[in-house]
């Protein structure tokens, strides 16, 4: 059983056909990289994995629940899927440990204690354990998008996803992001990204899904799909990206 | 034209105006409080998913912003009775005042949630907060933080419209300058004083809520 698993999902915004029947399984500690043109319906893709959107028609099952449009479910579904935004979103009057420990006091319903040691251990793993008492505007990108991990890690989930979570940071800050996520990959998280780099999705990555067009065009194993592209779709797109 | 000043005759009357200044600060921190709380309150209605409360709270903010201050204050003293609801002239001026605060507060708050970037309520529902609790830990500090000078000017326009409530006899500041000028002629002096108390309180209530602001924004450069 795949820890997610989308079938012929469709997705409209009103008379717009964005997602026009998805199909992906995506297997426990596997690392996803999705890639495509701007409108391909990547990261929609993506935030229907975790109820940000809805769709239509179709099934999305992760970690055996169905996603649906439900608070109670989402919030059952959201101790399994983390996730990590391109704008960091994290809550500017809380310091660095309270946004990490927010959700485990709120809603894990751990004791302070055990919530504050979580979050020291989160931000030491993410090179943050000077930081706890920092407010987020006093970070930098890259410091600032490691606490957003730090804090979807509290929650344990058994997937993260990532939807473009380099593409606001100034190029020499990228680098250290993608360590965590390979320090992650390397304990065996499943990861989900939606990306722009495609060094770090032929290197780390375990699979490419190439999106165009609101379909699954092209996927494969890494290494493959990058060195022999088959349809000419990919192919134009690799050479633009490159 | 010649005018001879004489605050010394107002000296006698003293305790009328501080009994005054002291009802006037007891409506004013009562409605404030009131009134904030009542606002914050309306604000999410304004955003509820429904629509019956959104739409009372519309109705209500609507009726208050848009009618004046002393009809409203009439309204609750004069015209609630007839339905049975008695009170004294107190308990009516400080439901006016709140009411009044909660409407245009509500407002003012309502922006300060708008302006919260969508990805806040996303971090938020994707950590498995509920949504109140989104609203209170994630939206609801920075909102007020945003906000929060033109809470304070609000307030403080509410503490000088409680002038107003003197008109169904609460024994307020402006009541006790009317009550020392009827006795003593002395309006001149009478309504001076008055307003430099009104003006010194303003200067003192805006001091204590710069003061509140470093006590609960921890963060001070959001």
Wanted: some cysteine; charged content about 20%.
């Amino acid at each position: 059983m795949s820890l997610v698993s989308l079938d012929e999902v469709h997705k409209y915004y009103g008379e717009n056909h964005v997602l026009k029947g998805v199909d992906l399984r995506v297997n426990a500690g596997e690392v996803v990289s999705i890639i495509g043109r701007s409108g391909s319906g990547k990261s929609t893709l993506l935030r229907c994995l975790n109820g940000l959107e809805e769709y239509q028609q179709g099934a999305v099952i992760v970690d055996n629940q169905s996603v649906e449009n439900d608070d109670y479910k989402l919030r059952l579904l959201s101790r399994s899927v983390g996730m990590v935004f391109q704008n960091f979103n994290l809550f500017p009057h809380m310091t660095v440990g309270e946004n990490v420990m927010l959700a485990t006091k709120l809603v894990l319903k751990k004791s302070v204690t055990e919530s504050r040691q979580l979050a020291e251990e989160l931000l030491a793993k993410v090179g943050l354990a000077d930081k706890f008492d920092a407010y987020p505007g006093n970070l930098s990108g890259g410091q600032q998008q490691r606490v957003a991990i730090a804090r979807s890690l509290a929650m344990s989930p058994k997937v993260l996803l990532c939807d473009e979570i380099t593409s606001a940071l100034d190029p020499e800050l990228v680098g250290e992001v993608l360590k965590v996520l390979e320090q992650l990959k390397e304990e065996g998280m499943t990861l989900i990204l939606v990306t722009h780099e495609m060094n770090f999705a032929r290197d780390v990555g375990d699979r490419v899904v190439f999106m165009n067009q609101g379909k699954v065009w092209e996927t494969g194993p890494s290494d493959e799909v990058f060195a022999n592209p088959q349809t000419d779709e990919l192919k134009s797109f690799l050479a633009a990206v490159r | 034209m010649s005018y001879q000043l004489d605050f010394a005759s107002l000296v006698p009357y003293l305790p009328e105006f501080a009994a005054g200044v002291w009802t006037t600060i007891e409506l004013t921190i009562i409605s404030t409080l009131g009134g904030l709380a009542l606002g914050t309150f309306c604000a999410q209605g304004r955003i509820s998913n429904e629509a019956w409360l959104r739409r009372t709270c519309a109705c209500y903010i609507e009726a208050v912003r848009n009618t004046p201050f002393i009809v409203q204050l009439f309204f609750i003293f004069f015209g609630l009775p007839a339905l049975g609801l008695k009170m004294t002239a107190w308990q009516a001026g400080m439901i006016a005042m709140i009411i009044n605060l909660g409407a245009y507060s509500a407002e003012i708050i309502r922006a300060g949630i708008e302006a919260a970037p969508k990805g806040q309520w996303e971090a938020g529902k994707t950590l498995g907060l509920t949504r109140r609790q989104i609203f209170m830990h994630i939206i609801l500090p920075p909102a007020y933080q945003r906000v929060y000078p033109a809470l304070v000017s609000q307030s403080i326009i509410v503490m000088l419209g409680s002038a107003v409530v003197s008109q169904i006899s609460v024994e307020e500041l402006t009541f006790a300058a009317n009550f020392v000028q009827s006795r003593s002629f002395l309006s001149f002096e009478s309504y001076m004083l008055a307003a430099v108390i009104y003006l010194v309180l303003a200067i003192l209530m805006r001091q204590a809520f710069g003061l509140l602001k470093c006590i609960a924004f921890k963060n001070p450069s959001l």
